[in-house]
């Protein structure tokens, strides 16, 4: 009886200190599984020309250097189809105040710019990306981050002491036992049919914050400045060197293209093999550098990289549900917002036994 007790002290008192936690990682988490859709249906609408060439990554990137003459080009989104525009990511002193990233959408046969998002520095961030940031820091910075590893320890840990709490229920409520659904038990059954997925996305969203509790983050850094530096003119043709990769590594996709900060940087192409697993990116599970002359300086797959740097990868994926369509996101959608039925539902059992202690 004792150690029934002390487990459901210890369950309650680590489900009240994660409770607000698990319910904001919840549902910002549940949005988040659609970010990329999200983002799509942001861009711009691309009216194809027929009979019209399509632009090459040299024109588009020389037309930028034109119109935005100071302008440091950091990367390119290339098209996914032909519907989609080139999205460059550019830091300017005339746009949002130098101090943060412009995204320019060119259109990918006449090179005209469709849209230009964040051209005052007013409109703020994203949907997404500020539900991304809020999901990794809660908006507070590295006090945020720590936050976020704690009360991750603490979700966890409500989830192991709730399984010993609860282990006699679990039979009942997955062979579906009349007695199991009571209005009474919503809370236990709504945590077991959840517990698998819980556990899994606690333990990958620690793994992902494990970097608080390590001695470097305590290290006081200088502000990250932003280079201002306006690019150069590429010294080489990027369309052919993209065509040797092709030729080299034919089931080998580059979707983003990462340039350099300074004069003599390398270039980094990131994509996805054909070959890979499902569980890795299909947009950034590899990459490729070229050093300032177009050389391939070197290749990272994700097949050759470390089994840490391969395992991290893979918790990523599995914490976001960035694998398997749009059936996978739609059960981590769901399921995910358990977590904040649970945070709810529990507080409601500990504040009627505290308000009404002989019910």
Request: aromatic share 14%; hydrophobic share 40%; proline share 3%.
């Amino acid at each position: 009886m004792k150690q029934r007790q002390l487990l459901h002290k210890l369950h309650s008192i680590s489900g009240l200190m994660a409770g607000l936690f698990i319910f904001c990682m919840s549902v910002s988490g549940a949005l988040l599984v659609f970010h990329d859709e999200w983002d799509l249906a942001k861009q711009p609408e691309v009216q194809i020309q027929p009979g019209k060439p399509f632009l090459s990554i040299d024109s588009c990137y020389q037309l930028i250097r034109k119109a935005y003459p100071r302008a440091r080009i950091s990367q390119c989104n290339l098209p996914d189809d032909k519907q989609t525009s080139f999205r460059f990511t550019l830091y300017d002193s005339t746009l949002s105040k130098g101090s943060q990233s412009a995204q320019l959408f060119l259109h990918p046969q006449n090179g005209s710019i469709l849209s230009l998002r964040n051209r005052d520095g007013k409109n703020g961030k994203d949907l997404m990306d500020g539900l991304s940031e809020f999901h990794s820091s809660l908006l507070l910075h590295k006090t945020g981050e720590w936050l976020v590893g704690v009360c991750a320890l603490f979700f966890l840990f409500s989830l192991i002491t709730g399984i010993f709490l609860y282990r006699k229920q679990v039979l009942s409520v997955l062979l579906f036992r009349k007695q199991a659904f009571t209005q009474k038990n919503f809370h236990q059954w709504v945590g077991v049919f959840a517990l698998l997925f819980n556990l899994v996305i606690a333990f990958t969203g620690f793994w992902m914050q494990r970097y608080v509790f390590t001695k470097n983050f305590y290290q006081t850094f200088p502000p990250y400045q932003t280079t201002q530096t306006a690019s150069a003119s590429l010294t080489y043709s990027l369309s052919g060197e993209l065509q040797k990769i092709k030729d080299s590594f034919p089931d080998f996709t580059p979707h983003v293209i990462y340039f350099p900060s300074r004069s003599g940087g390398n270039t980094a192409i990131y994509g996805s093999r054909s070959g890979n697993s499902f569980i890795h990116s299909k947009k950034l599970a590899d990459a490729l550098f070229l050093d300032s002359t177009g050389l391939l300086k070197r290749t990272a797959f994700v097949t050759d990289i470390s089994r840490q740097d391969r395992f991290d990868i893979i918790n990523s994926q599995i914490h976001f549900g960035r694998y398997g369509g749009w059936l996978i996101q739609l059960l981590y959608a769901l399921l995910g917002l358990t977590g904040s039925v649970l945070s709810i539902s529990g507080f409601w059992i500990w504040w009627r036994k505290k308000s009404f202690p002989d019910k």
